[in-house]
C-alpha cells in the first residue's frame, strides 16, 4: 500500500479540514495509506506527523482551523532543513505529498518539486490572490464574515452620525474589502492595487452629507495605501518567507478623515476573525472538490501540479504557473464598485 503525506501551511483558514477530510476519504477508497505531517514544513523538517484514517476525519467537516496545525516554516532558509525534508519524506516512505496552502506553502512545495520531490499542491488563502485559479476556499466565508461585521457597524453608524472605517485582510490584493464592500453597500472601498488620495475620500463622504446622509462606512484592506503615504506595518520584523506584519490603515484613515471633515469616526478592525469559525457551504463543496481532484493528480502521477476552480470545472495547472505572480483585484471589476462610491 502506498504512502501519501499531507501538511496544512502558512495562515490557517475555513476549509482546510473539509479538504484534508476529502484526501483521507479518497485515497482510503483508492487504497493509500494517509500521514498528516504536523504544522506545515516543520513537521516534515521534525519528522512530526500523525497517521489519518476514517476516525480522525470524523465531524471535521464544519470545524474551521486544520487538524494537523501549521506553521509559516519556510525550509529553503536553511539547505540543512532541505536535506531533513529530503531525508524525512524517504523515512515515512512517502510515494508523494500533498501541500495545502497559498503562495508560499505552494512556493516551497514547487521548489522541492524541482528537486526531486513529487508534490502536489491545493490552493487555499482567505486573500484569494493566488494565480491561476479562480477562486480558493477560504476566501467566501471570510468574506461573508467580513459582510456581517459591515451590516452590524451601519446600524452604530446611523444611530451616531459617524463615519465608521472597517480594516479588513489583503496584503497585496483587495478581494475581501472589494466584495464585502459590494455586499455591505460600503460607501468607499480601499485596496492595495490602487492608492487613494485622502482629498477624494474626504469628498465622497462631504457629499453624502450634502444630500442628508449622516452616516458613512469606509472599507480597506490591511495592505491599502493614502497616496503620499507609505504603507502602514505594525511592526518592521518579517516572518520566513519576507513578509512584514501589516495593520494600522484603518487607524490612520480614521484619524485622517475626522481631522478633515470634523466627522465623528471610528476604526474596527476585524483582524483573525477573519479566518476563525465554519466554512460557508461554498467553501466546504470546493475544498472537498479540491481534496478528491488531489488524489485524481496522486492516481495519474501529475505531479508538481496545482488543483485550480476554472469557471465550475476542477481543473490542473503546473506549480510554477500558480506562484509565479499574484492575482490582484481585476480594475473593470472595482470601477463597478466605484459606482456606489458616496
Not at 495605501?225 to 513578509?243: P, Q
Not at 484613515?253 to 469559525?277: D, F, P, S
Not at 465554519?278 to 502521477?301: C, H, M, Q, W, Y
Request: aromatic share 6%.
Amino acid at each position: 500500500m502506498k504512502r501519501i503525506g499531507v501538511l496544512t501551511g502558512g495562515g490557517d483558514c475555513p476549509g482546510l479540514n473539509p479538504t484534508i477530510r476529502a484526501v483521507v476519504r479518497k485515497a482510503i477508497h483508492d487504497n493509500y495509506d494517509v500521514v498528516g505531517i504536523k504544522n506545515g514544513w516543520k513537521g516534515l523538517i521534525d519528522q512530526d506527523t500523525i497517521h489519518l484514517d476514517l476516525n480522525s476525519i470524523s465531524g471535521i467537516l464544519v470545524k474551521g482551523g486544520t487538524i494537523l496545525g501549521t506553521s509559516r516554516t519556510n525550509p529553503f532558509k536553511d539547505p540543512k532543513n532541505v536535506e531533513k525534508v529530503k531525508a524525512h519524506f524517504k523515512a515515512l516512505k512517502l510515494y508523494c505529498l500533498i501541500a495545502i496552502g497559498g503562495e508560499d506553502t505552494l512556493g516551497v512545495a514547487n521548489k522541492l518539486c524541482k528537486i526531486g520531490v513529487p508534490v502536489v499542491g491545493i490552493p487555499k488563502t482567505i486573500d484569494n490572490d493566488l494565480n491561476a485559479t479562480d477562486f480558493t476556499f477560504g476566501f467566501d466565508t471570510a468574506v461573508n464574515i467580513a459582510m456581517e461585521a459591515i451590516d452590524r457597524l451601519h446600524t452604530t453608524a446611523e444611530s451616531h452620525h459617524r463615519v465608521m472605517v472597517v480594516e479588513v485582510m489583503g496584503r497585496h490584493a483587495g478581494w475581501i474589502a472589494t466584495y464585502a464592500g459590494i455586499a455591505g453597500g460600503a460607501d468607499m472601498i480601499l485596496i492595495p492595487e490602487q492608492p487613494t488620495a485622502l482629498e477624494d475620500i474626504v469628498a465622497v463622504l462631504k457629499k453624502r452629507r450634502q444630500r442628508g446622509k449622516t452616516f458613512s462606512i469606509v472599507v480597506a484592506a490591511e495592505g491599502a495605501m493614502l497616496k503620499d503615504y507609505s504603507m502602514v506595518l505594525k511592526t518592521e520584523k518579517k516572518d520566513a518567507f519576507g513578509h512584514v506584519v501589516l495593520g494600522g490603515i484603518g487607524q490612520l484613515l480614521a484619524e485622517k478623515i475626522e481631522e478633515a471633515t470634523g466627522y465623528e469616526t471610528r476604526v474596527t478592525v476585524l483582524g483573525h476573525i477573519q479566518r476563525g469559525g465554519s466554512p460557508t457551504a461554498f467553501d466546504r463543496v470546493l475544498s472537498t472538490r479540491f481534496g478528491i481532484k488531489a488524489i485524481e493528480l496522486v492516481n495519474e502521477k501529475q505531479f508538481g501540479k496545482m488543483v485550480c476552480l476554472d469557471g465550475n470545472q476542477i481543473k490542473s495547472v503546473p506549480l510554477t504557473k500558480a506562484v509565479g505572480k499574484l492575482k490582484t483585484v481585476d480594475m473593470d471589476f472595482f470601477n463597478m464598485a466605484r459606482i456606489f462610491f458616496g
